[in-house]
């Protein structure tokens, strides 16, 4: 069975970063057009960042300039490398192809607050 698995959330101040990972089993994600996603909580589920097979990148507006998505077909995950964190950031976070095609994961859960 297809599976994904995010990592990397937590707890962090305004202004800081995290790291999220997105590790997929029983699925190659190299040549899979992959996303990230957020959901906050009374919110639906938005594309916040996604990357083709060769890693051009696009962002939704209220990341562009902070977040980074990358993916390492060797170890066969997605990253999401999140800088300047704000409040307003806070969600699940989960990955997915922008097709929303395979079974969602747990998410990985960011929180920025003081």
């Known amino acids: 069975q297809v599976q994904l698995v995010e990592s990397g959330g937590g707890l962090v101040q305004p202004g800081g970063s995290l790291r999220l990972s997105c590790a997929a089993s029983?699925?190659?994600?190299?040549?899979?057009?992959m996303a990230w996603y957020r959901q906050a909580p009374g919110n639906q589920r938005e594309l916040v960042a996604q990357?083709?097979?060769?890693?051009?990148?696009d962002y939704g507006d209220s990341v562009k300039g902070r977040f980074t998505i990358s993916r390492d077909n060797a170890k066969n995950t997605v990253y999401l490398q999140m800088n300047s964190l704000k409040p307003e950031d806070t969600a699940a976070y989960y990955c997915?192809?922008?097709?929303?095609?395979?079974?969602w994961g747990q998410g990985t859960q960011v929180t920025v607050s003081s």
């Open positions: 997915n192809t922008i097709w929303r095609s395979l079974p």
């Open positions: 029983r699925i190659r994600l190299s040549t899979l057009l």
């Open positions: 990357i083709t097979g060769t890693g051009n990148t």
